[in-house]
């Protein structure tokens, strides 16, 4: 299959795509496997698509796949609006369209030579993945990879399959920790801000990649600044009601920034006030 | 129930444990060594309880190795854990107030090494030296304020606040 590797960023034409495979994350979440018609396109860890669901509507969706292999591309959704719902019903072979990949990527390079930290909260785990599979095809390029995850609960955690294997692998530290649990969990128990100060990383040489609840992600970079990380060096990525993906509706403005033109990956100075600002 | 604590350690190996601790980082050697007099060494197999609800605040622990839960248990329901805590960490606080007793139960999640402080001659070390009191007690407060804060954000439910 031919992969296009300067994709058409701010085109507006939707591309058919089939269902391969819907599998189930959580009780509420999907990942939908999906194979372009015609040739794949590249793209980078974490941007988005536009992904239309024919006769419902679209919706803007982290890539979760692997970059590296764009023949197969996956999002991983929670069902919360009526194209949402929709995608977590799909069935194998159903067409859908995508436009994209849109917006700025997590600048994995800048973390080359230094240790990786990448913190996710619930879903959040989906947009930073293209990353980490990325940062371990070109795993000598980095130091320590670290990856802190947290859920709110054991049956919240998506992407189980790969944290299992991940956990197993030296290449990667791997901590993850749920909010609460029940019997049966021997993991830890906790908000996955309170591992930051206690997960080995050289903090004045590291790169943070952070995704997950605006809230969650708050907490995450004041934790990081307190061990010590440079601001610049903290990356977060946000999600506002993109409608257009390309920078002319508005309505994923956040103060003077379109998240989906300017972002949707941010450096720490960039939006840390915005996002304390509670009129925006 | 609580596991009854081992004989005492070596002092000179209680001295190093109590001072290589995240905890008392920084404290003075006099003060460690006053900690480590009134110190046990405490090794608890998985399952077992290092104190339960209820019980009373005879010690002040720090982690050493393994993990332990802190749950709240009721009949007939499994537990559900609160927190877990790790090497590194302190755990316990109501020691400081006599009379109090445990307010959750303290489970080890695998075996578990802790240094059990004595609670009432730790208390005595604090009144009889207001600046080893201070240090001490402001470090607890360290340790209250970060679990206050973690407490907090688990009840705003962080990792689910919003729909992404």
Known sequence: ?280 | MSQEPLPRGDAEQLRSAIAAHAFCHGIAADHIAAMADAATSLELPAGSFVFRRGGPTTAFYLVTEGSIALEVASPGRDPLTVETLHAGEALGWSWLFPGRDWQFDARCLDDVTTVAIDATRLRTLVDDDPAFGRDLVLRIGRVVVDRLIHARAQLVDIHHHDDR
């Open chain 1, 1 to 280: 299959m031919t992969i296009v590797d300067t994709p058409p960023q701010r085109t507006l034409t939707t591309r058919p795509y089939v269902v391969s495979t819907v599998r189930q994350q959580t009780h509420d979440i999907v990942t939908v496997d999906i194979r372009p018609e015609r040739e794949a396109i590249a793209f980078a860890p974490g941007q988005f698509d536009m992904i239309y669901v024919y006769g419902v509507g679209e919706a803007a969706l982290s890539i979760s796949s692997d970059p590296a292999a764009p023949q197969l591309l996956s999002h991983t959704i929670r069902a919360v609006g009526w194209v949402t719902r929709a995608l977590n019903h799909l069935q194998p072979g159903t067409t859908i369209g995508v436009r994209g990949p849109y917006g700025r990527p997590w600048p994995l390079a800048d973390a080359e030579g230094r240790d990786l930290v990448v913190i996710a909260g619930g879903i959040g785990l989906a947009p930073v993945r293209p990353a980490l599979l990325a940062a371990l095809a070109q795993r000598e390029r980095f130091r320590r990879v670290v990856l802190l995850v947290g859920a709110r609960s054991p049956r919240d955690l998506v992407f189980r399959d790969d944290l299992d294997v991940w956990a197993a692998d030296p290449a990667i530290d791997v901590h993850v920790t749920v909010d609460s649990a029940v019997r049966g969990w021997v993991g830890r128990v906790g908000v996955v801000t309170k591992l930051i100060p206690a997960v080995p990383f050289d903090p004045e040489d590291a790169v943070a990649l952070v995704c997950g609840p605006e809230v969650m992600m708050r907490f995450a970079a004041e934790g990081l600044i307190a061990r010590g990380m440079p601001t610049d060096r903290i990356h977060v990525t946000l999600e506002r009601n993109m409608r257009c993906g390309v920078g002319t509706c508005g309505h994923c403005q956040l103060g003077p920034t379109l998240l989906c033109r300017d972002g949707p990956v941010y450096a720490w100075p960039e939006v840390g006030e915005l996002m304390s600002v509670r009129e925006l």
